[in-house]
């Protein structure tokens, strides 16, 4: 996904955020060496980054994958939101680098943050920057804008979590991201952010047929537990759906 290496499934660290440090970094760890989970989403808001810290002082830095994000409107509050993730993680730079929950009919008052943004990558502080949206439409203008390399979503059965636009609209969006302009799309609230986790299995096969427009699946998880339950279900997947290629 935008030429970074990563795995098809992203721990989404805010469930974490309870755990102490030292303890919610292990299971960071675990998660990579372990069963090669090494996207890691993170957020200034989420209470989480104090965990991935400590997680960064358990594995190589180059080994892992970190997305942070801004709710920045100007160039200002990128730059500050950029330097403080930098900062908190004790890293020099940022895999990917998010505008955050961007709503619908903003996209063009954030142009100024996207931009430092930007600036940031071409100093190589960034590897990638994108968006990240409840919105179908903002999906859609995302991926016309040639900066914006990769957008976030939310995608589950239910349309749980989707602000504005139905969920055939978010599935369309996904799929011009995707499949018309060579986005990376990674989709959150697999499973509805828990309205979905009494049917683990039937929810996370529903987005996971959908994997022609989807790189990478944020699956919010407090233990590893929890992890193995999800990636049986989507390894079992994709081993099927391998073995059909072949016959």
């Known amino acids: 996904m935008a030429g970074i290496g990563l795995s098809q499934v992203c721990f989404g660290t805010e469930h974490i955020n309870c755990a102490a440090p030292q303890f919610g970094g292990a ?3 675990e998660a990579a060496r372990q069963y090669g989970v090494n996207f890691w989403d993170t957020d200034n808001s989420y209470g989480s980054i104090t965990q991935v810290a400590a997680a960064l002082k358990i594995v190589r830095r180059e080994e892992v994958v970190i997305c942070s994000k801004s709710y920045a409107a100007s160039a200002k509050e990128a730059e500050a939101d950029l330097a403080r993730s930098l900062e908190e993680l004790g890293t020099d730079y940022i895999d990917i680098f998010l505008l955050h929950e961007v709503p619908a009919g903003s996209l063009e008052r954030l142009m100024p943050g996207l931009e430092a943004l930007t600036k940031a990558k071409q100093k190589g ?3 990638a920057v994108g968006l990240s949206t409840h919105s179908a439409s903002i999906v859609s203008q995302g991926a016309d804008i040639p ?4 957008v976030c979503a939310p995608f ?3 349309g749980t979590r989707i602000e504005e636009g139905a969920l055939d609209s978010m599935r369309v969006a996904l799929d011009r991201a995707h499949n ?3 986005k990376g799309v990674y989709v959150i609230k697999t499973l509805g952010a828990g309205d979905l986790v009494h049917d683990v299995r039937g929810s996370l096969r529903w987005v996971l047929d959908h994997h022609a427009s989807i790189d990478v699946y944020n699956i919010g998880v407090a233990a590893l537990s929890e992890l193995r339950e999800d990636l049986s279900v989507v390894n079992e997947y994709f081993s099927r759906l391998g073995e059909a290629h072949h016959e």
Request: net charge positive; proline share 0%; charged share 30%.
């Open 27 to 29: 299971i960071l760890a």
């Open 125 to 127: 502080i960034i590897r």
């Open 180 to 182: 018309q302009k060579g």
């Open 156 to 158: 589950n059965r239910q």
């Open 147 to 150: 900066e914006i390399e990769i």
